[in-house]
């Protein structure tokens, strides 16, 4: 019975790694539409990652927001992927953090509160 649970434990975690690589191969594709399909259907699973997954699905989110014009929803979750970044350096590597500081940039700084 153990390794019937650790089995489906493996599938439902390469399912899951799957669905995020899935989201930024559409991404990296200008597929934003079906990019943000799986983003969304990865949504409720979020909380149970670490935080370097973390922070990779709310960067894609945010890009995938931004690419299609939502600037708003793009700032709150690039705006989330800096949290993570900054209370846990090097969360982020390489092109994924470069992404990251490029389209903060891009969308400016964040709106004062009314």
């Known amino acids: 019975m153990k390794r019937l649970g650790a089995a489906l434990t493996f599938v439902l975690l390469v399912a899951c790694a799957g669905g995020l690589s899935s989201a930024k191969g559409d991404y990296r594709r200008g597929r934003y539409a079906e990019a943000k399909e799986k ?5 409720a699973e979020r909380d149970q ?7 990779e699905y709310a960067l ?6 931004q690419a299609l014009g939502d ?12 949290a993570i970044e900054d209370v846990h ?11 990251l ?5 891009s969308i400016g700084p964040t709106p004062a509160p009314p």
Do not use: F, N
Request: avoid cysteine; glycine fraction near 10%; charge should be positive.
């Open 71 to 82: 600037r708003g929803a793009a700032g709150v979750w690039l705006r989330e992927a800096k």
């Open 101 to 105: 500081d490029l389209a903060l940039e």
């Open 89 to 99: 350096p090097h969360t982020l590597q390489g092109e994924d953090k470069v992404r």
């Open 39 to 43: 983003l969304l259907s990865l949504e």
């Open 49 to 55: 990652w670490d935080g370097a997954k973390r922070a």
């Open 60 to 65: 894609y989110r945010g890009l995938v927001h």
